[in-house]
């Protein structure tokens, strides 16, 4: 059984350890996590360092907010990077940057150790039900390594192509869920204002070629006025300006997504930012 | 069975005409239609001018391209209005502004003649398979009567509300619609140019949040560069134009849509006009 090290113990990442000792995977985590205590109590080991949780480990996943936390854990003093050696494989599930990624995968195979991205969709409710979606970067045995790990987390788990390619999809995951939001939101808010019952719309408009998961699940938030997260605005900003910035990179103008990512940076901006992003509604609403 | 008089005989109306004589309605079409010799083989009366159509029909069906042709149609000289009496029935499929549609609303009720705007979706297959959505906004009664006939026509059948509320909710239809677009080509357009498989990415965006109709068909088109409409460009711009004026007479804000229409009027200046919407993928593909 590989030895597991796992950083970042929020929201999704604990259950996501969770579910690593359940699969039997012995665990070692950072003593200084928020969470380590319980983790403890369910069997992890603590350790003080990355390194050290490098050097006891033969597979380090991180779980971090972005790409400053991540490129941290891996590079700052006593970080990942110092321990890992040939045959170790690290497994970035955190959404960053592709560009992040992808740096990170090429100063690992310098050192001839194996790197996957491997950011996940499905929210704190498929952490915790180990049913997330993953959508890996990478090389195949790799892959194929990391996979019982992968399915003690997740259902839906695909190698998209090399490395980055799974940061890539998750982007392209958050601009086409933010502009989704926003459709609905503005189709929405025009028929409230117009007297139109929301309820009886979105009925219709779900048997026909506006259908989708959004207009579905965050319709009935947006009629119900429930915008509890679910997936906060503040963390889908950030993810959006990950979108816009690869798009700038790459010369791909996508003026739909930098639209929304300002509407998240609005919503931010008036105190919303801790709301579920369906409340995209909130700042269109008269 | 009602006498139905059928004006607007073109890819959709056409279709929709037909189903209307199978179903066992004594039909009457202009003879200056395009469609008008088909329709007499078929068994349709030829009449001469709207108001003559009207005098012989008990129902009299509109499906026409914008606002304007519809109110030619009912208030030029021999017009529909003249030869409106109480009793008889006006229903407008065509997708035109909801404030066109609640004026003529207005106008026939001061005639005491019941009027529903009922917009559909569903494109020309749609049409000819009588599988067609249809969106009905006027009085309940109205609704009832019309039903047989929108039976013969269409499949999933909804009385939204009030006058207008057909075209309102067609509106925010052709919104969602347009900006779910503008999401999978803005995310398809990304991932192109990132080098990411975009069949791979589209399987495992289907299997998550960003799942919608349009991921799923419009998606494959753009995959397999089939822009072959389907629903054209051209009417779509048309559609988003009634949407953003009806947002702005509301006073509702919908930034999301106008960039949308922005790009639709972008595309039919380069000459992608009688394209598939989805080929709105072509103007962000480097």
Redesign the interface.
């Known amino acids: 059984m590989e030895r597991v090290g796992f950083i970042g113990l929020g929201i999704m990442g604990k259950p996501m350890a969770h579910h690593l000792i359940k699969a039997g995977y012995p665990l070692t985590v950072l003593s200084s996590s928020k969470a380590a205590d319980e983790l403890s109590l369910a069997g992890a080991t603590l350790v003080q360092h990355p390194k050290e949780l490098t050097a006891s480990s033969d597979v380090i996943i991180t779980m971090l907010p972005d790409s400053p936390e991540v490129e941290e854990i891996m590079f700052g003093a006593n970080g990942v990077f110092e321990g890992m050696t040939e045959g170790k494989l690290f497994i970035d599930m955190s959404t960053i940057s592709?560009g992040s990624s992808t740096m990170i995968f090429q100063r690992l195979a310098e050192k001839n150790v194996e790197a996957l991205d491997a950011p996940v969709?499905?929210g704190q409710v498929g952490a915790e039900s180990a049913s997330l979606?993953i959508?890996v970067g990478g090389n195949t045995a790799a892959f194929s390594r990391a996979l019982p790990l992968f399915q003690a987390m997740g259902k839906?788990i695909?190698l998209?192509?090399?490395a980055?390619?799974g940061q890539?999809?998750k982007?392209?995951?958050q601009?086409?869920?933010?502009?989704?939001i926003?459709?609905?939101a503005?189709?929405?808010?025009?028929?409230k204002?117009?007297?139109?019952?929301l309820e009886?719309?979105r009925?219709?408009?779900l048997?026909?070629?506006?259908?989708?998961?959004?207009?579905d699940l965050h319709g009935k938030r947006m009629l119900e006025g429930n915008f509890k997260p679910g997936f906060k605005v503040r963390l889908h900003k950030k993810d959006l300006d990950i979108?816009t910035k690869?798009?700038q990179d790459?010369?791909?103008?996508?003026?739909?997504?930098e639209?929304?990512a300002e509407?998240m940076a609005k919503a931010v901006a008036v105190g919303n930012g801790e709301l579920d992003h369906s409340s995209l509604f909130l700042l269109?609403e008269?």
Do not use: H
Not at 193 to 197: F, I, M, N, R
Not at 250 to 257: D, E, R, S, W
């Open positions: 592709p969709s499905g979606s959508m839906n695909v998209i192509g090399a980055g390619s890539i999809t982007a392209c995951n601009m086409i869920v933010g502009m989704t926003q459709a609905v503005e189709a929405f808010a025009l028929a204002e117009a007297g139109v019952d009886k719309m009925e219709v408009l048997g026909g070629f506006a259908q989708s998961k959004i207009l979108a690869t798009a790459l010369g791909v103008v996508v003026k739909g997504t639209q929304v509407q269109l008269k």
